[in-house]
T-cell receptor, first 111, second 113 residues
Framework: NAGVTQTPKFQVLKTGQSMTLQCAQD?????MSWYRQDPGMGLRLIHY???????DQGEVPNGYNVSRSTTEDFPLRLLSAAPSQTSVYFC??????????FGSGTQLSVL | GQQLNQSPQSMFIQEGEDVSMNCTSS?????WLWYKQDPGEGPVLLIA?????ELTSNGRLTAQFGITRKDSFLNISASIPSDVGIYFC?????????????FGKGTLLTVNP
């Protein structure tokens, strides 16, 4: 049972490049979400999904797109990376209660 | 949106000392959770609290759900070097979604052997 798996672990992009951060969970959780972590800012919610085919915006959605075609996968897309998107990104999932399970994170640098 | 005030922002202690940290809000929360993040890893759930006044322990960790439902406390007894990390409080506001948690900004704990 792997839990929440994120790839890649590290990524460096140039301004304007696009990329997709992958997230998969094997716990059959309906709820999945993406957070970014910046120094002194804590964890801020980017987008979330309450089930396949359903997504919604969180606190800081600008510059990011998501889709949820399956229960297991919830990729986060950066269409045109900007230096302000340099951050550590965490995917999380939960079942029927409030207990979030987090992946190990993706450290993204945009030059 | 809802905000949680977590304090202190950082702590530097000697091994063996006890640690206390807390989170407060201007709004009522239905659920409080405490997470720990080790360097280079994602947060891991330590304790979940569901009732006002509830006191729950997990080894050397004890957390309490405040009576007013607007605060929560985490205590670590007899700290050891592996307690180093960032501790986050998180909560589900009253009337909020079961899944959308609000997070504090974290307490960075350093333990000197």
């Amino acid at each position: 049972n792997a839990g929440v798996t994120q790839t890649p672990k590290f990524q460096v992009l140039k301004t304007g490049q696009s990329m997709t951060l992958q997230c998969a969970q094997d716990m059959n959780h309906e709820y999945m979400s993406w957070y970014r972590q910046d120094p002194g800012m804590g964890l801020r919610l980017i987008h979330y999904s309450v089930g396949a085919g359903i997504t919604d915006q969180g606190e800081v959605p600008n510059g990011y797109n998501v889709s949820r075609s399956t229960t297991e996968d919830f990729p986060l897309r950066l269409l045109s990376a900007a230096p302000s998107q340099t951050s550590v990104y965490f995917c999380a999932s939960s079942g029927t209660d409030e207990k979030l399970f987090f992946g190990s994170g993706t450290q993204l640098s945009v030059l | 949106g809802q905000q949680l005030n977590q304090s202190p922002q950082s702590m530097f202690i000697q091994e063996g000392e006890d640690v206390s940290m807390n989170c407060t809000s201007s709004s009522i929360f239905n659920t409080w959770l405490w997470y720990k993040q080790d360097p280079g890893e994602g947060p891991v759930l330590l304790i979940a609290l569901y009732k006002a006044g509830e006191l729950t322990s997990n080894g050397r960790l004890t957390a309490q759900f405040g009576i007013t439902r607007k605060d929560s406390f985490l205590n670590i007894s007899a700290s050891i070097p592996s307690d180093v990390g960032i501790y986050f409080c998180a909560g589900q506001p009253r009337g909020g979604s079961n899944y959308k948690l609000t997070f504090g900004k974290g307490t960075l704990l350093t333990v000197n052997p």
